[in-house]
Structures are given as C-alpha cells and as structure tokens.
C-alpha cells in the first residue's frame, strides 16, 4: 500500500510539472492579449538586447498588433482562429538606424508577414509558417 501511493505521488509530480518543450495550440484571446511579446529567436538565431517587440489586441473585437522593431514603432490588424495567426498590411514609422539594426527589423516584419500559426512552449510564443518556425518570442504581462 506505502509502495502504490508513493508512486502514485511520483506519477502525479510527474504529470503536474508539464514539459515545457512541447507546443500548446493557443485557445483562448487571454493567451496572447495583455502580453507583451518581446523576441528571443529569429530565423532560428539568437536574439537579446534589440527592443524589438510585439503586443496584441482585441478590444471589442478590433484586433490590433502593434510594438517595435528594434528602431521603428509598427501598428496594424491580426486574424486569429484556434491555432491559425495571420497579421495584417503593417504600418511602421521611416527612422533610419544602423544597417544592422535595420536588417533585422525588416527581418522581424518579414517573419511577422509570413506567419500562419501560433503556438505557445511555456511562457513562449513560437510564430510558425509555412516553411515552418519563424520566430520565438518571450511573454511578460504588461
């Protein structure tokens, strides 16, 4: 009896840790909007430091995205049904910032252009078309 219920309680810690590896289709609104998104990967590449950042609206139901992209600020629409995302024509202010900088913004813009699902892997958001992962963005509750 002692040996059943301690593995019943290793199963149950087990099962309750969950995997933070593993995609979760995003279901409800509350799971992207009152975020702000702010980007850790792109193109499969490393990215720290950039400003570069995204947040999501839906008030009453006008869906709005807006943020940065390291240098310029950007506003436009989202569509979102279950797990598909599709962004919007975006409009972004004309500052001119180093090439570099640059580079990766229109690099962000193209992702965010290109994206067909979300999904989330723990405090993640994980942007995805149809060539597969585009970006991967960190949450933190405005």
């Given at each position: 009896m002692i040996r059943s219920s301690i593995l019943l309680l290793l199963?149950?810690?087990?099962?309750?840790s969950g995997d933070s590896g593993t995609l979760t289709d995003v279901a409800a609104e509350a799971d992207?909007?009152?975020?702000?998104?702010?980007?850790?990967?792109?193109g499969g590449e490393a990215v720290s430091g950039d400003g570069i950042f995204l947040i999501l609206e839906?008030?009453?139901?006008?869906?709005?995205?807006?943020?940065?992209?390291?240098?310029n600020g950007f506003?436009?629409?989202?569509?979102?049904?279950g797990r598909s995302l599709r962004f919007g024509p975006m409009a972004s202010t004309r500052r001119a910032c180093p090439p570099a900088v640059m580079d990766r913004e229109q690099a962000f813009f193209v992702a965010l252009d290109?994206?067909?699902?979300?999904?989330?892997r723990g405090s993640?958001?994980?942007?995805?078309?149809?060539?597969?992962?585009?970006?991967?963005?960190?949450?933190?509750?405005?």
């Open positions: 199963t149950l810690a087990c099962a309750g992207l909007t009152g975020t702000r998104w702010t980007l850790v990967s792109l839906d008030t009453a139901g006008e869906r709005r995205a807006s943020g940065s992209g390291g240098c506003q436009g629409s989202y569509t979102r049904e290109a994206t067909r699902e979300a999904a989330l993640e958001l994980v942007l995805s078309g149809e060539e597969g992962e585009l970006a991967i963005l960190s949450g933190s509750r405005e």
